[in-house]
Every structure is written in C-alpha cells, then in structure tokens.
C-alpha cells in the first residue's frame, strides 16, 4: 500500500482527530487575532485582512467535518473533508505568501487603499489613535488621501497660533507647499500605520503558512485513513469467503 508506513488504523485516526482539534483552537485564535486587528481605524478598509478572515473563518467548520470523519470512521465525511481542505489550502497558501511577499512599497499601496475606502471618521479616530495628522502632509486637500482637521492633536493644541491646517481651513484651490509645511504637526500616519501593519502582515502570513502546510499533513492523513480503512474492509471480507 500507498501509505504502508502508518502503524495502523488506529494512530492514523488519532493523528487526524488530534490535527483538526488544533486546527479548531487555531480558527479561533486566528479570527479572534484578525477581529482586533481589523477594529483598529483604516487597517479594518484592507481587503488583505478580509481574506485571510475568510480563511480562519473556513478553517473552524472544516475542522469539525474532519473532526466528526475521523471520528465515525465516514468515507463520505472524509471525502467531503478532503474536497474543502484542498482549496481551503491553495487560497490560504497564495494569500500567507502575499503577505509575507509584500514589501514596503507594496504595503503603502495597501495602506493607501484602505485610507482612501476610510471615512473622515475613520481617519480622524486613526490620527487620534496614532497621535498624527494626515498620511503624507498636514494639509487638508479634498482629495482620496485627504485628512479631517487635526484640533485635537497635541500638536495642534499647544501650538501657540491655530494653524489652518488644525481647523479645517486649507481649500483646494488656495492651498500651497508653505501653507503645509507651515503646520505644527509633523508626524504623518502612513510611518506609523505602515510600522504596525508590517508586523500584522508578517505575523498573520507567517500563522497562515504554517497553517497551509498542517492542512497538506491533513490532507495525506485523511487520504491514509480512507486507504487503511479500505485495507481493513476488504481483510475482513475475505476471511468470511
């Protein structure tokens, strides 16, 4: 046979209960690690974070198919397994080698996308969080990567005299290099959103590879299982002959 290094039918059913309860208690730590992430301001626009949210979210019911497989000893449950774990790790295997392939200027085209999906107020409870004032500049351009007023910065406040950029005030059409670069706040958010995004994008792609290759392990057990049962069926049949 194929998979003659197993033991027996036995401990390859145990090894397949024993990766499914992991990949349930990992589901749930990856979802739970992904919904934090995701309720933090701009980061919850990347579409990045919404599929590796829908892998964790397929991983959890997959692994109680696998689970009650195992379990009943079910070609048919089995089958079903091995028809949704195999796609399951061909997304979640593309989409942890994009993470980790990103580099810093693909991360900004990230970022960016997300602060041009965002609200103003997404982006001002972005800056209050990060204590920063616009993504590249402090001036407030009515434009996709544009920013609400930044009055409540403390950059903004312990300014001696109100800047226009501040109160909201900057138009379109009057707006000029000495106005922006006049502003008193000088930290910009796309340093400091990109800085926690990268280890988010490393340490979520990093779990979902790890991931992939225990759903290939899955994937031979389930196989090895259906075979030895096969095994087991066909010995038991022929001493009734």
């Known amino acids: 046979m194929l998979y003659s290094f197993w033991c027996n039918l036995s401990s390859t059913r145990m090894a397949l ?18 919904q934090l992430t995701i309720n933090s301001p701009v980061v919850s626009k990347i579409n990045l974070l919404d599929s590796l949210d829908a892998c964790s ?19 048919t449950v089995l089958f079903m397994y091995l028809l949704c774990t195999f796609p399951l790790c061909l997304i979640q295997f593309s989409v942890s080698c994009s993470c980790l392939a990103a580099d810093s200027n693909q ?18 409870e972005a800056q209050t969080k990060y204590k920063c004032c616009g993504l590249y500049h402090s001036g407030y351009v009515s434009d996709p990567l544009g920013h609400p ?3 409540e910065q403390d950059c903004c406040t312990q300014a001696k005299v109100q800047h226009l950029c501040c109160i909201n005030k900057l138009n379109k059409s009057t707006i000029s290099s000495e106005e922006i670069q006049s502003c008193p706040c000088t930290d910009f958010c796309m340093e400091k959103i990109s800085d926690k995004f990268t ?18 392990a899955a994937i031979v057990l389930s196989i090895a299982m259906r075979d030895l049962m096969n095994l087991n069926f066909d010995r038991a049949r022929a001493l009734y002959r």
Do not use: Q, Y
């Not at 309860?21 to 990856?30: E, K, Q, R």
């Not at 085209?109 to 107020?121: F, K, M, Q, S, V």
């Not at 280890?199 to 290939?216: K, N, R």
């Open 57 to 75: 979210n397929s991983l959890i019911p997959i692994s109680i198919v696998g689970f009650a497989g195992a379990w009943m000893k079910n070609h």
């Open 149 to 151: 007023p930044c009055s």
């Open 107 to 124: 991360i900004k085209t990230i970022i960016e996308a997300g602060w041009n999906r965002a609200g103003d107020a997404k982006r001002a």
């Open 17 to 34: 209960l024993s990766i499914n309860v992991a990949f349930l208690l990992a589901g749930i730590a990856l979802r739970v690690a992904i």
């Open 199 to 216: 280890v988010i994008v490393c340490s979520l792609g990093t779990s979902g590879l790890l991931l992939s290759f225990a759903e290939v």
